[in-house]
């Protein structure tokens, strides 16, 4: 029985640190801004809205830490496009309109984005909401090449988080039923 318990748990548990591995986020228009500055006096050691040198990155949904459209230390924009076939383009322009490739995001245009320091993607750690309903200030938590602890930051607009699908939440409450259940049985 306790070996049962043990799996209910560690299953929920995979679960729900699957779902929050980093936010899925959407356009609300067909594009979306990726601005990093540098402003004195904000938070973030006086560096403000910042990679901190790190690479911003953009996946499919599905995908994290797979294929990237690379977005880099400057920002731009991502342009995304409906395929017609349940499939999204997403395009990215750097600040000088330059084209920077592309990715095909699958079943829908929402996305996941990364940072990396040199030991790989680390996904957004929270997000701020910042003065209008579409404009995020985007925290990223993780390590340099050399191990140490380093954030970085970008502001995005035109973008909004997709909520947790509900089929997760049922999920994980159907396995804590079942642990209850389970439970009552050998009490």
């Known amino acids: 029985m306790k070996i049962t318990h043990i799996i209910v748990v560690a299953s929920f548990a995979m679960a729900s640190s699957v779902a929050s591995a980093a936010t899925i986020w959407a356009p609300t ?3 979306t801004d990726f601005i990093q500055l540098d ?3 904000t938070p973030d050691a006086g560096r403000g809205i910042s990679t901190n040198g ?3 990155a953009l996946f499919d949904d599905s995908d994290f830490g797979g294929t990237a459209l690379i977005i880099g230390q400057q920002g731009g924009q991502v342009v995304f496009t409906d395929n017609n076939d349940g499939s999204w383009i997403a395009e990215f322009f750097d600040v000088s309109n ?3 490739g592309s990715i095909t995001l699958s079943n829908n ?3 996941t984005l990364g940072m990396d320091w040199g030991l790989g993607y680390f996904g957004d750690s929270n997000s701020t909401l910042i003065s209008s309903p579409d404009t995020y200030l985007i925290v990223f938590d993780g390590y340099d090449a050399q191990e ?3 954030s970085g930051n970008t502001l995005a607009v035109d973008l909004a ?3 947790v699908p509900a089929a997760v939440w049922l999920f994980g409450s159907g396995l804590l039923g079942l642990v209850g259940i389970a439970r009552r049985k050998t009490a």
Request: no cysteine.
């Open 29 to 31: 228009n067909e594009d």
């Open 39 to 41: 402003f004195a006096g």
């Open 54 to 56: 790190g690479t911003l």
């Open 98 to 100: 330059t084209s920077g």
């Open 109 to 111: 245009a929402n996305f």
């Open 148 to 150: 140490n602890r380093i």
């Open 161 to 163: 988080p997709v909520p």
